[in-house]
């Protein structure tokens, strides 16, 4: 299993959500993969001093990184879909990549019709759970 997270749930977990939390606990403890896009990252980061929680989460993920590849893919992904941010639409791409590795991937999100749109139109399945 696979989990993505986009700006909204690195908030949620910033500010101490104890369902985040709780997924994210679970997701280390047996190994599953956290994937955080590196834009998302930049949406959320400001001080570390300030995330201490976030600090340490991140260190247990993998960022995925947002090279040229994945920036064009995100910027057709606007297009298609008439939207404008290209984070989202990198979230999206992450979770259609995590997919094609693993039967299931669960993205916490605090965008869930946005990004239902993007994932529809990568005609990718994931379970989106709101935050």
């Given amino acids: 299993m696979s989990i993505v997270l986009d700006a909204g749930a690195l908030i ?9 939390l709780s ?4 997701a280390f403890k047996t190994g ?4 955080v896009p590196a834009g998302v990252i930049g949406q959320v980061w400001r ?5 201490v929680l976030l600090s340490r989460t991140l260190r247990r993920c993998d960022e995925v990184p947002l090279d040229g590849a994945l920036a ?3 910027g057709r992904l606007c297009a298609q879909t008439g939207t ?24 916490l999100t605090s965008d869930p019709a946005d ?3 993007l994932l529809s139109a990568l005609r990718t399945n994931a379970e989106i759970v709101s935050v």
Wanted: aromatic share 0%; charged share 35%; no cysteine.
């Fill in 115 to 117: 990004m239902r749109t």
């Fill in 12 to 20: 949620a977990l910033d500010r101490g959500d104890r369902e985040v």
């Fill in 72 to 74: 064009r893919s995100s």
């Fill in 32 to 35: 599953d993969e956290v994937q």
């Fill in 47 to 51: 001080d570390p001093n300030l995330h």
């Fill in 23 to 26: 997924r994210l606990q679970i």
């Fill in 84 to 107: 404008s941010d290209v984070i989202d639409a990198s979230v999206a791409v992450a979770v259609a990549e995590s997919r094609h590795r693993d039967n299931r991937v669960i993205l």
